[in-house]
């Protein structure tokens, strides 16, 4: 089992102590799709799966989901959280075992899906329709200092259920992917939004593990370049023994054609000062 850089206290202090009202923005890969940005004090968490429920569904199964890195965080311990996001339906992007506590543990929170998605998600958290903010792709919402808007993702198909956000925080721009392959007309897309930290997935798309795909790392470092992200961060690996990747490829990719890029471990900070130096 792999063992996060931090996790629990010692995860909980760290991001406690990053905590200032400054002009950086500071993330925490939480593993899989899931990062932690924090932005003049407030704290927005990109779909989270802090939990054991695939584990638990395909245990005895064709297809178990042998996790790979230990929990990064209790989720019923995140009590400091403005906004949560779910990109999609998948329970590693909308796992009830992480954000109902959540939902209990903040209860001003914002949560942002897919419109598409909004009743579904209310029928599996066991929470209001109304509780959820749901946003099309092109439209946006503002809560606390971020500012999301929902843009395409291809999870195997092009369709309003599946998105990508863009969150503005003051000067600084993030791309967060959810789960997509490469389609045509993205990087023209995504270029105008001029993004400074593209969280992108690097486990790829292979028949034989019967989920649908996503970058693998080659690509993730070509979409970087194509939109001229000033880094890239991988993400979607190491959490399923059947899913994942080895960032090397991504890491290879990035160097041969100059796009700056940064490997983080579960648990581990990125800090913008990282871009101006």
Known sequence: ?????????????????????????????????????????????????????????????????????ARAADPATLDFIDVVTSSHNHTDHLDAETLQPILRANPQITMVVAEANRQFVADRLKIAASVPVGIGIGESTTAGQFRIEAVPAKHDELGSEFVGYIVSCGPWTIYHSGDTLLYQGMAEKLRPYQVDVALLPINGAAAERRVAGNLNGVESAR??????????????????EFNTADPREFVTECKKIGQPHHVLRCGERWESTALQQ
């Not at 899931?34 to 054991?52: A, I, N, R, T």
């Not at 979409?223 to 399923?240: D, N, Q, S, W």
């Open 1 to 69: 089992m792999i063992e996060p850089v931090l996790k629990d206290a010692a995860l909980l202090a760290d991001i406690r102590s990053a905590s200032r009202d400054d002009e950086q923005i500071r993330l925490w890969w939480l593993g899989q799709s899931g990062f932690l940005v924090h932005w003049q004090k407030q704290y927005l968490l990109l779909d989270p799966y802090l939990s054991d429920s695939l584990t638990k569904k395909y245990a005895g199964t064709d297809k178990p989901h042998v996790r790979m890195t």
């Open 223 to 240: 979409l970087g370049k194509e939109i001229g992200a000033r880094t890239v961060i991988p993400c979607h690996y190491e959490m399923f």
